[in-house]
């Protein structure tokens, strides 16, 4: 079992920028994926950026170029930078760790709280 803080969000301007950071506690940390996804009402879950347990990367094509990923295995942690914010990147961001790498939200077995992003135009 993984237990995931997630902190960060807020309000930024068009353009602007934010980091997210996810804390990931438990015996399973090492073995998991962690993943970023962002919901919007009456949306499904969108994954938007995922680190394997081995340090590989995936990133939608929606954030592609404008959002980075990245890890710190001393800590356990997480850290989603976004730049260049758009209005559509405002939406609830959730962390998720599972066993597998994977942009499907059903496969992830623990979530953090959500943290929201708006983006003001």
């Known amino acids: 079992q993984v237990h995931l803080a997630v902190s960060g969000g807020g309000v930024v301007p068009l353009g602007g920028s934010l980091n997210l950071s996810c804390k990931a506690s438990g015996s399973a940390v090492s073995r998991s994926a962690i993943s970023w996804f962002r919901q919007t009402p009456g949306k499904n879950r969108e994954c938007v950026a995922v680190?394997?347990?081995?340090?590989?990367?995936h990133y939608s094509e929606a954030v592609k170029g404008r959002f980075a990923l990245s890890k710190d295995d001393a800590t356990s942690t997480v850290y989603l930078q976004m730049n260049n914010l758009r209005p559509e990147d405002t939406a609830v961001y959730y962390c998720?760790?599972?066993?597998?790498?994977?942009?499907?939200?059903?496969?992830?077995?623990?979530w953090s709280q959500g943290t929201q992003v708006t983006v003001s135009s």
């Open positions: 998720g760790a599972g066993p597998s790498f994977t942009i499907i939200p059903t496969q992830y077995t623990s």
């Open positions: 680190i394997s347990a081995a340090g590989s990367i």
